[in-house]
T-cell receptor
């Protein structure tokens, strides 16, 4: 089982601030996915990164895949209350996804 | 009907009960998954079905029994569960392309299971 560690576990910030969530592993993954999960719902895919060093932007969200494909980060600029949720990273190994335990982000209005 | 649906959304059962969780996907996918999500722990992959054949069984206790009658439906039959089995059970589906790492998994809303 490939283990992914996410940090921090909890993050509470004021609306308009920036935040970064990290995902680290000792394993090399074929790709890495970021999901957001809201209470009472299943995870929803935000992005998939495949190439080492890849950077993807989705409006105010910036995702980066490490050069060695062992780590990733999610940066949110000018966070809004609607960004509140559990952010999960998942590393793909063959057809399996190994998930991190998640970072709970709370954005206060 | 939205992508992946699960019923029931909430289930409370005693340790001697038998119940089933149902998952249905409307995305035309050919692979389906069961995951267990416990508080403060990573999602745990339980079972994978591809083209209605089970390809993964992650050392799951026999009190959990999956069934995949066709590519659109997946069941998880439960019997003689323990309180530590209380968790959110998530179903997902994907289109098995042969390039597993590129297959996006779409999740249902989950069934919140409580075992008394």
């Amino acid at each position: 089982t490939q283990l992914l560690e996410q940090s921090p576990q909890f993050l509470s910030i004021q609306e308009g601030e920036n935040l970064t969530v990290y995902c680290n592993s000792s394993s090399v993954f074929s790709s890495l996915q970021w999901y957001r999960q809201e209470p009472g719902e299943g995870p929803v895919l935000l992005v998939t990164v495949v190439t080492g060093g890849e950077v993807k932007k989705l409006k105010r969200l910036t995702f980066q895949f490490g050069d060695a494909r062992k780590d990733s980060s999610l940066h949110i600029t000018a966070a809004q209350p609607g960004d509140t949720g559990l952010y999960l990273c998942a590393g793909a190994f063959d057809y399996k996804l190994s998930f991190g335990a998640g970072t709970t982000v709370t954005v206060r209005a | 009907e939205t992508g992946v649906t699960q019923t029931p959304r909430h289930l409370v059962m005693g340790m001697t009960n038998k119940k089933s969780l149902k998952c249905e996907q409307h995305l035309g996918h050919n692979a389906m998954y069961w995951y267990k999500q416990s508080a403060k722990k990573p999602l745990e992959l339980m079972f994978v079905y591809s083209l209605e054949e089970r390809v993964e069984n992650n050392s799951v206790p026999s009190r959990f029994s999956p069934e995949c009658p066709n590519s659109s439906h997946l069941f998880l039959h439960l019997h003689t569960l323990q309180p530590e089995d209380s968790a959110l059970y998530l179903c997902a589906s994907s289109q098995w392309s042969g390039q597993g790492h590129r297959d996006t998994q779409y999740f249902g809303p989950g069934t919140r299971l409580t075992v008394l």
